[in-house]
């Protein structure tokens, strides 16, 4: 069965072999994973738990009694410091913030408010100065009216929060996506990685040289089903960290 599966996926057009390399028992894992040399972190609604890498141990947990934060979507750490996507989902209008907290004790140290802007934030990365930010849009529950899917885009802005472009989704991957959206999604070297909300697959993007629209250039079958990620390179290995919900799990898929 192995074998036949394997010979599927490479007759599959635009697919790549991936690989479940380690898994974390992690019972809070509900929306996304941020990760540093030697930890990883679980973002939850309202909660980020810090693990130790080699064995999956609670270190540290930070969870927000003022009611401010609703929905953390996913996290990044950059210049040692961990940003996260948040936003009011499934509440409407759709408003968004940038919550930004000290990995190092877990402590949150700043904010930027979007408000009611583009949609739901839900992954955040930063590429040659600047920063681009995934706005979700849903149909169905936790959409806008009169508005779809279709309406997801990905923003970049400067280093002062100016919007400077934006672009679209391929309405073939918006697809893919069902009713829901992209959950999760990394920049590295310039390419392009999201995930859906369930499907155990990571598409591959690229910014177009003419257009509006993000050019789907392949996918990989990968462990995680959907929702936020964070990927980290290890001697030239793409190594995608996720999470399956219904399992409370974190997994570590190796992209080759």
């Known amino acids: 069965m192995k074998n036949l599966l394997f010979y599927l996926f490479l007759l599959l057009p635009n697919f790549i072999l991936s690989q479940e390399i380690r898994r974390y028992e992690v019972p809070s894992s509900r929306q996304g994973v941020a990760v540093d040399d030697h930890h990883f972190y679980v973002i939850n609604n309202a909660s980020i738990t810090k693990h130790r890498k080699t064995n999956g141990e609670l270190i540290l947990q930070w969870k927000d009694i003022t009611g401010a ?11 040692d410091k961990l940003y996260c996507a948040n936003s009011n989902y499934p509440k409407s209008p759709m408003a968004s913030s940038i919550e930004i907290f000290n990995p190092n004790d877990l402590s949150h140290i700043g904010n930027h408010s979007f408000g009611i802007m583009n ?9 040659e100065n600047y920063w681009y930010v995934a706005f979700a849009h849903y149909t169905g529950r936790g959409g806008t ?15 002062e929060w100016r919007q400077i472009e934006s672009w679209i989704f391929p309405e073939e991957l918006i697809t893919q996506f069902g009713t829901r959206s992209n959950s999760g999604g990394v920049i590295h070297r310039g ?3 999201v995930t859906g909300h369930d499907l155990k697959k990571l598409y591959q993007l690229e910014f177009p040289r003419m257009g509006y629209k993000l050019k789907w250039v392949g996918t990989y079958p990968v462990a995680n089903e959907g929702q936020g990620i964070a990927i980290e390179v290890v001697e030239d290995k793409k190594l995608i960290y996720g999470i399956i919900k219904d399992e409370k799990v974190v997994v570590v898929s190796l992209l080759d």
């Open 69 to 79: 934060i609703e929905h953390l979507n996913s996290g990044i750490i950059i210049d």
């Open 119 to 127: 949609g739901s934030a839900t992954w955040i990365d930063r590429f």
């Open 145 to 159: 009216e009169a508005k779809t899917n279709a309406w997801t885009r990905l923003v970049k802005f400067d280093t």
């Open 191 to 193: 390419v392009i990685y």
